[in-house]
Nanobody, 121 residues
Framework: QVQLVESGGGLAQAGGSLRLSCATSGRTLSSYSMGWFRQAPGKVREFVAAIRYTSGSTYYADSVKGRFTISRDNAKNTVYLQMNSLKPEDTAVYYC??????????????WGQGTQVTVAS
């Protein structure tokens, strides 16, 4: 069993930055690929970024490429999402997930409770 706890959300101004953290417990983080998803009100949960557990390769949605960076610290069992040049359309609840690398929510077995990110214009 894996437990995921996100933190670091909050209110940012457009053009600003936030860093989200996802702390894991249970099985070691190095056993899973990790993903970040987000869900805005009235919209489906969408893929943001992922990192493969074997190689550390990273993958991004086109909407965040060049602005967001996913990384992991296996020693701390924590995955991060550095978000720069934030836009109002980045406003959403952000979720981290652990499982098999996928652009779809169905690839992941474990989910955090989410953290709210609000970007003011």
């Amino acid at each position: 069993q894996v437990q995921l706890v996100e933190s670091g959300g909050g209110l940012a101004q457009a053009g600003g930055s936030l860093r989200l953290s996802c702390a894991t417990s249970g099985r070691t983080l190095s056993s899973y690929s990790m993903g970040w998803f987000r869900q805005a009100p009235g919209k489906v949960r969408e893929f943001v970024a992922a990192i493969r557990y074997t190689s550390g390769s990273t993958y991004y949605a086109d909407s965040v490429k060049g602005r967001f960076t996913i990384s992991r610290d296996n020693a701390k069992n924590t995955v991060y999402l550095q978000m720069n040049s934030l836009k109002p359309e980045d406003t959403a609840v952000y979720y981290c997930a652990a499982g098999s690398l996928s652009y779809s929510t169905s690839g992941y077995d474990y989910w955090g409770q989410g953290t709210q990110v609000t970007v003011a214009s």
